[in-house]
């Protein structure tokens, strides 16, 4: 039996998170595949007091899990399949590039640019432009200025 492909969508508060998640929740759709939407929470830096940090982590967590429970339901209804979730801990680029590596069944990356600005954002530029030709999947920069039409029309 064939593996589902699944497309990884980093959610976090831009707008162009949006974006990309309904991008790659149309393209799931189309294909008959899964989504993945993974959190990074910021690495906690509070060594000197283990409790402060243990609550802060807790808290963060729990915002965490709130946003993607919040765009889990979105997500099953324009792709016709509940998300898979994940959340991890430290730099984003370094937290998608090891949960790619962990999940053999995502075929693809779906990153949000920034529309407003010169500058598609950190995650694009990062793990587009610096990494390009050496990401392990392709990636999907669905531009920020996209309308919701705009992208049901092209996914």
């Known amino acids: 039996m064939p593996r589902t492909r699944k497309f990884l969508v980093v959610v976090d508060q831009t707008p162009e998170c ?3 998640l309904r991008f790659a929740a149309r393209r799931a759709a189309r294909t008959q595949g899964g989504v993945t939407m993974l959190f990074v929470m910021p690495r906690a830096e509070m060594q000197h007091w283990l409790g ?3 609550m802060m982590r807790a808290e963060a967590r729990e915002a965490a899990e709130e946003r993607l429970s919040g765009l889990a339901e979105e997500v099953r209804a324009l792709a016709g399949v509940m998300p898979e979730f994940a959340i991890r801990e430290g730099d984003p680029v370094e937290e998608v590039l ?4 962990e999940d053999p069944a995502i075929g693809v990356l779906v990153l949000g640019a920034d529309a407003a600005g010169d500058n598609p954002g950190p995650l694009v530029s990062a793990l587009v432009a610096k990494r390009g030709g050496r990401m392990p999947i392709p990636v999907t920069v669905v531009p920020g200025s996209l309308g919701l039409d705009e992208i049901d029309a092209i996914t």
């Open 18 to 20: 949006m974006v990309a």
């Open 52 to 54: 402060v940090e243990e």
């Open 98 to 101: 090891a949960h790619l590596e």
